[in-house]
Each structure stands twice: as structure tokens, then as C-alpha cells.
């Protein structure tokens, strides 16, 4: 048996979209994960990225000898940046920054639970036709617990010889 991970981040991106369409049910193929070459923004786009992930606990080990397992856990930070644009980006961004650590976010979500907002800012740009286009950026920071499952062998006997002159 090869090592398994419990959470992907690919399954944190499907509910954190997931939350997302609780909020938008309206808003279909614009919740998109970023990063994506060669494919317009749709309009009034909601970009999800992973910024970056850091370790909030030194992992702990957990034995299985009835199946030969260990099941290594940890508690991991995520921070995710979401960019809201077009018209309805405010509006979009404002309702997830109120709906994040309340009770519809804790609810919502089963594979990580939400932190804090550490940001929330307006940063309009320019785009491709040289006009000005709305956009608001949230830094949100979401927890979740992976474990890696690993086969380990155990012993269910250990036999010591003992020289009755010389020690163990």
C-alpha cells in the first residue's frame, strides 16, 4: 500500500466553491480556481488561489496495528486570495467577508473550517482595452487537518535472551 492523503488541495478548491454558489447560485462557470493560461476571466469572475500554507501544530501519530497503519495528522493554515471583478464584485466580496466566520460558514464547509479575513481592498486595473475595471481582493485564511495514512509494521511479541552472567 502506498501512503494516502486524506484532503487534496483540489478538495478544498471544490468547497470553498461550494460555499461560494451557497452564496451565488447565480453564478455558475464565474467561480473559477486561477492560474488557468489561454482562458479569458468570465465576466464577473470570482478567481480563487492558494497563496500559500504553513503548519499550525507539529504532527502527531496515531497507530492502526490491527490494519499495520500509522495515520500521521497535522493542523494547517491556508491562505486563499479571492479576486471579485465586474459589476457585481463589491456586492459579491462584502456579502462572503460578513458570511466567513459566521455560522453559514462554519456550516457550510466540512473539509477545513474558516479562520479570519486578512484583507479585504478594492484594487481596480486596467485591462486589455485600455479602461478601468473593478476588482476587490480577499485574503482569507481557512483551516484543515490532513492525514497521511502509511502502511508500518508492528510487533505483537518481542523475546529477550538473558545470560544469567553476562546481562541481557
Known amino acids: 500500500?502506498?501512503?494516502?492523503?486524506?484532503?487534496?488541495?483540489?478538495?478544498?478548491?471544490?468547497?470553498?466553491?461550494?460555499?461560494?454558489?451557497?452564496?451565488?447560485?447565480?453564478?455558475?462557470?464565474?467561480?473559477?480556481?486561477?492560474?488557468?493560461?489561454?482562458?479569458?476571466?468570465?465576466?464577473?469572475?470570482?478567481?480563487?488561489?492558494?497563496?500559500?500554507t504553513s503548519n499550525l501544530d507539529e504532527t502527531s501519530i496515531y497507530h492502526d496495528p490491527d490494519e499495520d497503519l500509522?495515520?500521521?495528522?497535522?493542523?494547517v493554515e491556508v491562505r486563499l486570495q479571492l479576486d471579485f471583478y465586474g459589476?457585481?464584485?463589491?456586492?459579491?466580496?462584502?456579502?462572503?467577508?460578513?458570511?466567513?466566520?459566521?455560522?453559514?460558514g462554519f456550516n457550510a464547509m466540512e473539509?477545513?473550517?474558516p479562520l479570519y479575513v486578512q484583507s479585504h481592498t478594492r484594487h481596480p486595473y486596467i485591462n486589455d482595452s485600455n479602461q478601468y475595471e473593478d476588482r476587490?481582493?480577499?485574503?482569507?485564511?481557512?483551516?484543515?487537518?490532513?492525514?497521511v495514512t502509511y502502511p508500518q509494521d508492528y510487533a505483537d511479541e518481542a523475546q529477550l535472551n538473558i545470560n544469567p552472567v553476562t546481562g541481557p
Not at 500509522?70 to 493542523?75: F, I
Not at 458570511?99 to 453559514?104: A, D, G, M, V
Request: glycine share 4%.
Open 111 to 113: 473539509l477545513c473550517k
Open 1 to 52: 500500500m502506498a501512503a494516502v492523503l486524506s484532503i487534496e488541495q483540489r478538495e478544498l478548491y471544490k468547497e470553498i466553491r461550494s460555499f461560494l454558489l451557497g452564496l451565488f447560485p447565480d453564478a455558475g462557470q464565474q467561480i473559477i480556481i486561477g492560474m488557468q493560461n489561454n482562458n479569458p476571466l468570465p465576466a464577473n469572475a470570482v478567481v480563487m488561489q492558494v497563496l500559500f
Open 136 to 147: 476587490w481582493i480577499m485574503d482569507l485564511a481557512l483551516q484543515y487537518n490532513p492525514v
Open 70 to 75: 500509522a495515520h500521521a495528522q497535522n493542523s
Open 87 to 104: 459589476a457585481l464584485a463589491e456586492k459579491r466580496s462584502r456579502i462572503v467577508y460578513n458570511t466567513w466566520k459566521s455560522h453559514y
